[in-house]
Every structure is written in structure tokens, then in C-alpha cells.
């Protein structure tokens, strides 16, 4: 059972900047974020595999969004810049046990699920 803890979330005005850090137990094939508004369905923001580092990220936050790993400390980061207010939402790290490229930007590609976290972004 791997174990995925998010932080970082918190609250900034719109164009502000947050960074979102998720640890996890024991390294898989791939981590991805994913983002869920109240009312809304979950959603994908980005994925990172942790060999080789190919990245995806979802259409809403390409160009505003980064994703990174550090391979030693097991950690995979979520840079978020230009925040939006229709960037509120909780967070969630999530990890797969296999890298399936395009496929890693639906929810069931990943196995281990973390607790989230809230980022809010005011206008």
C-alpha cells in the first residue's frame, strides 16, 4: 500500500502562486494530480513518470501549471502560477502502478489516492 501526502494548499489572491508538494511512500511507475470543485467532476491537471520525467498536463492549466519530481526525496511538486479563481478546488496527489501515456490522464490509471488538499484563488 503505497502512502501519498499532499501540502501545500492554501489561500492567494488571483495571479498569485502556490506550490503543492506531494511525498509519497514508495515510488510507482507515475504520479498525477487532479483537482475537484464543489459541484463539478474531478478533474485532471498533470502527470509525471518517474523514470524517464514525461510530463502531461490538462488543457485548463498548460502554460500556468508545472509538474517536477525529486527522484531522492520521492516527492513530485505541483507549481501552480497565474492562479485563477476557477483554479479553487481540492487537490489530490494520486499514483499508478503503471505509465500508460496518454491513459494517465483519467482518474482510473491510478491505484493510490491522497487525502487532498484546498487551493483557493480569490479575484
Known amino acids: 500500500q503505497v502512502q501519498l501526502g499532499e501540502s501545500g494548499g492554501g489561500s492567494v489572491q488571483a495571479g498569485g502562486s502556490l506550490r503543492l508538494s506531494c511525498v509519497a511512500s514508495?515510488?510507482?511507475?507515475?504520479m498525477g494530480w487532479f483537482r475537484q470543485a464543489p459541484g463539478k467532476e474531478r478533474e485532471f491537471v498533470a502527470s509525471?513518470?518517474?523514470?524517464?520525467?514525461?510530463?502531461t498536463y490538462g488543457d485548463s492549466v498548460t502554460g500556468r501549471f508545472a509538474i517536477s519530481r525529486d527522484y531522492a526525496k520521492n516527492t513530485v511538486y505541483l507549481h501552480m502560477n497565474n492562479l485563477a479563481p476557477e483554479d479553487t478546488a481540492v487537490y489530490y496527489c494520486?499514483?499508478?502502478?503503471?505509465?500508460?501515456?496518454?491513459?494517465?490522464?483519467?482518474?482510473?490509471?491510478?491505484?493510490?489516492w491522497g487525502q487532498g488538499t484546498q487551493v483557493t484563488a480569490s479575484a
Open positions: 494520486a499514483a499508478a502502478k503503471s505509465y500508460l501515456g496518454g491513459r494517465m490522464q483519467r482518474d482510473d490509471a491510478y491505484t493510490y
Open positions: 509525471i513518470s518517474w523514470s524517464l520525467g514525461i510530463t
Open positions: 514508495e515510488r510507482t511507475a507515475a
